[in-house]
């Protein structure tokens, strides 16, 4: 059983938003995407204590999947959850996909993202992508080890994503896999 509160985090292009959606709808939990939350029109960035204060409010509802990253709120969101999903996928494959995502959807707003955020990409964006293994992967890693409460779901490819659905569509939680890892 995952709980009612529900984390998805890892890198850009990992699919966050699209197990989101897929999970919330397989377990029947209202999806919140931080992305859609964060930006304002124009790709503008809320004032910081805004949108703590935007985190801490939707943390407070009975139950949610949550979806995205944004590591200043990342221990506000863990203290209200039940389960993480960490999409630990390699850096060649989630690079990939933010090119072809940004290829393909070029001028055109995703339905994971705020409404003026037409989906862009950059240099500095595919270093971060390229680099949030060696980045952001052991400060994550750091962080939920300060929460032995959470169950934490560590999901090292696409194969193991796809086990994971099922196991929901068949009403068991099955994580048990060689390269998926319950921590």
């Given at each position: 059983m995952l709980g009612k509160k529900i984390m998805i985090i890892g890198c850009c292009g990992s699919g966050k938003s699209t197990l989101a959606k897929?999970?919330?709808?397989?377990?029947?939990?209202?999806?919140?995407?931080?992305?859609?939350?964060?930006?304002?029109p124009g790709w503008e960035r809320p004032p910081k204590n805004e949108w703590e204060k935007r985190v801490k409010h939707l943390c407070t509802a009975s139950s949610w999947v949550m979806d995205g990253n944004y590591f200043s709120t990342l221990s506000i969101r863990l203290a209200h959850a039940d389960t993480v999903i960490f999409l630990d996928l390699n850096k060649f494959l989630c690079t990939y996909r933010v090119i072809k995502r940004a290829l393909s959807s070029k001028q055109k707003v995703r339905s994971d993202m705020a409404q003026g955020c037409e989906e862009r990409i950059d240099i500095e964006f595919i270093r971060?992508?390229?680099?949030?293994?060696?980045?952001?992967?052991?400060?994550?890693?750091?962080?939920?080890?300060?929460?032995?409460?959470?169950?934490?779901i560590v999901l090292s490819n696409s194969e193991d994503i796809k086990r994971l659905l099922k196991s929901f569509a068949n009403n068991q939680l099955v994580v048990d896999t060689d390269s998926s890892k319950m921590i």
């Open positions: 897929q999970l919330a709808k397989c377990i029947d939990l209202p999806l919140i995407h931080l992305d859609s939350e964060y930006w304002k971060f992508v390229w680099n949030f293994n060696k980045t952001m992967r052991p400060r994550i890693y750091e962080l939920l080890e300060s929460y032995p409460q959470l169950k934490i």
